[in-house]
């Protein structure tokens, strides 16, 4: 008997839904392997992982997982051109020392790439600023500003402006609200870079 896919955090799983099955997929940052585990089981994909935390890494190897000990910002470099059908990096890139550089790498290596980022142009965080004069916490950023791992936070339009830059073609966008619901994006983002908490992008050099 086929066993119900289990319920996995609401960016993860529209990014597994983009990924076509028995693909080869490289997922930076993966935490403690929760998509590619998903995606081994459910879509027969061929996944590694890097991740920086030890305790995370040791966690994906007890389920079997390929994941190695890495830095998205300086072991991307290592990766040949085309490398991989998808690279997939969630809620990672606000968190990278270098994220043009880190991007410019995620889709030279893979032909496809899928990443979901927080998005400070959200109407809690402005509001929070206009109002409180402090640095805002939501559910997707939910990290005091002297505990987050954030350095470098940007809005749906920023990171659009920046794809623009690098000649990297959206080819889809999904923009969430705070309970996961999806907020209409329009090719320039539109009332997502107001409305939406969070935002996933389907990725491909022109």
């Not at 990297?168 to 209409?184: H, K, N, Q, T």
Request: some cysteine; hydrophobic content about 40%.
């Amino acid at each position: 008997m086929n066993r119900t896919p289990p319920m996995i955090r609401v960016d993860l799983q529209l990014i597994a839904d983009m990924i076509d099955p028995s693909s080869r997929l490289l997922d930076v940052g993966c935490g403690d392997g929760t998509l590619l585990s998903y995606l081994a089981e459910f879509k027969q994909v061929d996944g590694r992982g890097i991740e920086l935390s030890m305790a995370g890494v040791n966690e994906c190897v007890s389920q079997g997982l390929s994941v190695i000990q890495g830095d998205a910002d300086t072991d991307l470099n290592d990766y040949p051109d085309g490398a991989f059908d998808y690279v997939v990096l969630s809620q990672t890139l606000q968190a990278t020392h270098r994220p043009r550089v880190v991007l410019e790498n995620l889709v030279r290596i893979g032909r496809n790439t899928i990443l979901s980022l927080p998005n400070f142009g959200y109407w809690k965080v402005r509001l929070g600023l206009l109002m409180g004069g402090r640095m805002p916490q939501t559910d997707a950023l939910p990290d005091h500003w002297y505990e987050t791992p954030n350095i470098h936070l940007c809005t749906i339009h920023d990171f659009l402006a920046l794809c623009d830059d690098l000649g990297i073609a959206v080819e889809r966008a999904i923009a969430l609200d705070s309970s996961g619901s999806p907020v209409r994006f329009s090719a320039t983002g539109g009332c997502a870079n107001l409305m939406a908490a969070q935002a996933v992008f389907h990725l491909r050099n022109h």
